[in-house]
């Protein structure tokens, strides 16, 4: 079912930017010229996995897309807002589009009717705030206190050991390192699916690590894709029929990662739901209470569902609401590579961006492949500081910090800008820096990356020094790769009486 409204905005788009958010955590957002190319992926695995299939970048100079919500600022600071004022069965697709001297504005529904807000401001940072805060409001987002969170995927990878978890958290309980979570991440389990079989790597159970971390003070924390299903699983081999499946019979491929393509469940056949609450009382029965819940956009992919009535919004909540009232209320839910607004009331905190890499570009992947969503510091700037209202519908989850200087090719003004991002956005901590490998300075930058902060705003969203939202009250950060505004490159500087101040400055010093 799809419904569009459409407008035109008499006003010349060589004056316009526009702010857009993309469909899922990884996707980009990001606040351009209006007259600017959006990047479209080259290879479609990248749009499976980084966007919606449905509605991808455009690709086409003056065409932006936008999941959600849309704004368009003038010079003067205004212009016009749209958002979706209820997405729990229903996505939103923004298109703004520069045609000859006047924009053309579509806003298409995927899925029931829903409210849609649109309003011309004289402010649009405040008109932003106050329509995607009403959507948490309708969606009754869940906001618990944000935690700081060590995860083992940043250092261990999928080569983790129950050993190598153990380590971290005695050494972070001898030196006091303010932690709430030990989260073990991918690398634990047999196969997609196969959750409850340990990997002959892990060397050991996941279901044995909650209690020794409990002793050791810290909640319990687990990664799982619970939509994926490994192709050469033993889940796959049992239940044939419980995978979302294409046009032409065969079960979806729903991206490529882990070696190669896999498939996902189809959430809304009724056994999918059965065994969905069941995963998650599983381990919530082994003492995990933080579950990091991965590649959640696979239940939204297009295909053919065992219920073909159920839009892809509803069938992917379906299943996160399977997952939901297996955890139970307490159980503190993150999302990951998940449709953001479908997610709002069901998940206590969200990733608002790719993943964090310790280097600052990947530039071959971004710009030869065209692939906005690709992991990379500077893609995670971008991105989440694009997104800085989405406080108002979760814990944002800006990904970890990199305070080590091993293993890491970020430099002194990168890590300083990782550091701006958790200042400003607020929201969850977390890091993944063996603590073995921290000298002292590392471990001072690390308890700063620890520190709660409430989310900060934009102070303007007509400058922007790279492609994003950069100027906030607290501080501006310079994305670009030259100097601007006084700012070195890949920097962020903490706004000071008199003028801005390097953050990092007190350990340069050390
Ligand atoms: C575990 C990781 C970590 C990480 C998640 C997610 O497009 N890709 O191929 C792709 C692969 C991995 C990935 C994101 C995208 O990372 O964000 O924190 O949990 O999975 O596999």
Known sequence: MTSERSW???ISPHELRVLVNGYQSWSEAELRALLDTPQRALFSWMIEQGQDPVFPPSGEAGVWRSHTLIALIRPDGGGWVGCLQDARQTFAHWEARAVGGQV???CTLEGPPAEVAFEETGDVITTVETLTARLGTVMQARTPPPLRVWCSWYSYYRDVTLAAMLDNARLARELALPFDVFQLDDGFQADLGDWFEPSPHFGGHAQDLPAALQELGFRAG?????????????????????????ADGEPLRAGHNWGGPYHVLDT???????????????????????LKLDFLYGAALPGVRYD?????????????????????????LLGCGAPLASSIGLVDAMRTGPDVTPFWDDEARRVLLGDGAVPSTRSVLHTTLSRWYQHAWYQPDPDVMIARRELSLLGEHERGALLGLLDVIGGLRASSDPIRLLDEAGRALLRQS????????????????????THFTRGTFNLLDVPAGGLAPHSYSAAQVGGLQPLLARHQQT
């Open 450 to 469: 620890l520190q709660l902060s409430r989310p900060d705003r934009p102070r303007t969203l007509t400058t922007s020094y790279g492609g994003a939202v």
């Open 8 to 10: 035109t905005l008499p």
């Open 104 to 106: 053309e504005l579509s």
């Open 308 to 332: 073909p009535a159920v839009s892809r919004a509803a069938a992917y909540r379906q299943g996160l609401q399977a997952l939901r009232d297996g955890a139970g209320e307490e159980t503190f």
């Open 222 to 246: 687990l990664w799982l894709a619970p939509f994926l299903v490994g192709p050469r699983s033993r889940l796959r081999a049992q239940q044939p029929e419980w995978l979302l499946r294409g």
């Open 268 to 290: 809304t056949h009724p056994e999918v739901l059965a065994w969905l609450r069941d995963l998650a009382a599983t381990v919530r029965g082994w003492g995990y209470t933080y």
